[in-house]
Structure formats: C-alpha cells, structure tokens
C-alpha cells in the first residue's frame, strides 16, 4: 500500500516513544522547558478501546491532541493501520488525523452559539459528499442518521442553536459532528466532566455501543477511574504520571491488582459509598502535593512514593514485567496492594 493512499482495513493505531517538550513562556520562566510526554508506547486496536487516566498536567490530554493532528510531538513514530505517518508531509498526513476526531471537554465552546446544528452538520458533510462523490440529496439523510446514531430525534435539533440545548444534548451534537467524516477512533477528553451527573452515563454508553455498531475506536481521557473502567473494560488501561506511562495492562487487571504506588494512590482516592463499602486495607496518598521543582532524577514518583529508596531516587526503572505482575510496570519494588473498597 502507498503511504499517500488511505488504508481503509483494519490495524489501529500505535504509538512509539512519543516525545512533546513544551517551552515556557513569561517573564520568571521564559526559556525552561516542560517535558509533557517522555517516549511514551501505546496502542488503540480497530473497534478496541484504550484509556489513559492520571492526575492534572500528567500529559494525557497533550497526547489526545497529538493523536488528533492539533499538536505536533518532537520525537517517535505514529502510524495508522500500518501507515507511519511521521514520514509523510503534512498534506498526506491530513486525511490520518481527520479520521481520528476530538470529542473536548467542554460542549459548551465546542459549537459557535451562532449556527443551528443543521449548518453544523452540513459543512462537514458537504466536504465528506464532495470527497466520496455522493450527491446532495446524501446530506440531509445522513445529518438525520448521525443524530439517530448519537441518540438525538433529528426533527427537534436541527432548526436550534446550542444554546437551546442540554449539555448532555450538546455533547451528542459534538458527537455526532465527529461522525460525519466516518472516523476510525473518537479521542474522548474529560468528555463527561463538564455535564450534569445525571446525564453522564447517557454519554459513555453510546461511547460504548458506537465501538460495537460502528466499529470506532475509543481513547478515553479521564481523572476518573470509574468512568474509564466503564468505557475500556476490554481494553488497556494506561497509567501516565509527569509523561510517562508507569503501569499499563487490562483494565480489569490493573484495578483489581495495582502494582505501581502512584496507581494505588489514585484508586484509593476513588470515593467509598458509605454502608456498602469498606475501603481497601492498603489505602495510600502521595507523601507531598506535585510541584514543578521536583527531580528528574530517577523514578518520577520517587519524590512522592512512601517506599521510595535511594535506588529509586537515583536510578530510573523501565515499563517491564518487573518481577510476577500481569501488567507491565515502572517500579523496582513491585506490591499487590489491596487500596480498591470492597463490598461491606
């Protein structure tokens, strides 16, 4: 196949030591860098699921973008259905990242408040006309099957602008936008954070049913364990902290048996419910709050981690299967911990 032809079969999409350096800009700062990503593997299988949790500013929505075509990275190779798009210039690359669409965080300024959804839909539906050679007549039966698809009654929404519509509603039309150009996988950022806590399972239960009725990828951004437990768990889940993946395996695995101190900080910092659950014996919190001005020296966490040693501040471990572990992990002393609550 030629690197400048769009493969439509399947392969997903892989990353390989994915490297972004951002320079800080102001006055006190100006001329330091900030390390977003530091050689970072991963990899999304067509129709699969993949998602990336950790604390703010760990990287991961830097990735997304990248994943996106919105930013570039410095270093590594990214490659579409065994396309490696870091050698093709950026005309031939484009028609890679328009099928790999960003749904954002907020669905509030992800629509101009002055079109109706029916001209948010038609633009890029008359581009996606134009390119299969499909008539006009194509446009409006397919804005009326994207809604259907996104769970939206088409004849309601077409004729309003966003502000006539629920966060939940307008997070659909968002959804359905990235549908229009037939993508192979939705890069979800934080894409239930900012609606209503009611409505939030509405959204990640179409995530999931479009991998099964479209056959689309899912890479889900998130802070929060639970909903990426719910999206990806037949996936892999990846945990990032300053950049780097420090534990990655099956979903399922990695919560009920976390390895990696930083891991069990976040999954013990999941809320208990009361009266149904104990919390887990092993339940950990970072020994100080994240700060710029902690080392690079050796472990990441290792400024952080209450077992840290002097080999962990001076030495850094790989992503490995260091020791018995299922997953693979970054750490030099490797402990099932039980930090997940259980039923009371």
């Known amino acids: 196949m030629s690197a400048s032809t769009v493969d439509s079969g399947g392969g997903g999409i892989q990353g390989r030591g994915i490297v972004k350096t951002f320079k800080a800009r102001g006055n006190v700062l ?32 830097t990735l997304g973008r990248i994943l996106a075509g919105l930013e570039d990275y410095d270093a590594g190779t990214l490659s579409v259905n065994g ?16 099928r790999i669409q960003m749904i954002h965080q907020d669905p509030y300024s992800a629509l101009n408040p002055t079109r109706t959804v029916d001209a948010i839909l038609t633009d890029p539906l008359t581009l996606r006309a134009r390119q299969t050679g499909r008539p006009k007549s194509w446009i409006a039966k397919r804005q009326r099957e994207v809604l259907s698809l996104v769970g939206l009654e088409p004849e309601y929404v ?9 966060g939940g509603m307008r997070q659909r039309v968002v959804i359905a936008r ?40 899912v890479l889900f951004i998130t802070h929060d364990v639970a909903t990426a437990r719910y999206i990806g768990a037949d996936g892999d889940l990846y945990v990032i902290y300053r950049g780097e993946i420090i534990e990655r395996g099956p979903t399922e695995t990695i919560i009920a048996n976390p390895v990696h101190p930083y891991t069990q900080c976040l999954l013990s910092a999941i809320p208990v419910l009361h009266g149904l659950e104990v919390p887990g014996a092993d339940r950990l919190t970072p020994t ?3 700060a710029d001005t902690q080392s690079d020296a050796g472990c990441l966490f290792a400024a952080r981690c209450p077992f840290a040693t002097d080999r962990c501040r001076t030495e850094r471990p790989e992503l490995a299967h260091h020791g018995d572990t299922a997953q693979l992990h970054a750490c030099f002393y490797p402990e099932q911990r039980q930090v997940v609550a259980v039923s009371a």
Not at 83 to 98: C, G, H, N
């Open 178 to 217: 990235a549908l229009t150009v037939d993508p192979e996988a939705l890069v979800a950022d934080e894409a239930v954070s900012m609606i209503d806590v009611s409505l939030r399972l509405g959204i990640l239960r179409l995530l999931r049913e479009l991998r099964e009725t479209v056959g689309v990828s």
């Open 30 to 61: 100006a001329g330091s860098t900030v390390q977003a990503l530091r050689g970072v593997d991963f990899q999304i299988p067509a129709g699969g699921a993949a998602s990336f949790i950790g604390e703010s500013g760990c990287g991961k929505t």
């Open 83 to 98: 396309v490696d798009l870091t050698s093709l210039p950026k005309r031939k690359r484009d028609p890679y990242f328009r």
């Open 158 to 166: 077409l004729s309003r602008y966003p502000h006539q519509l629920s």
């Open 288 to 290: 100080e709050p994240l």
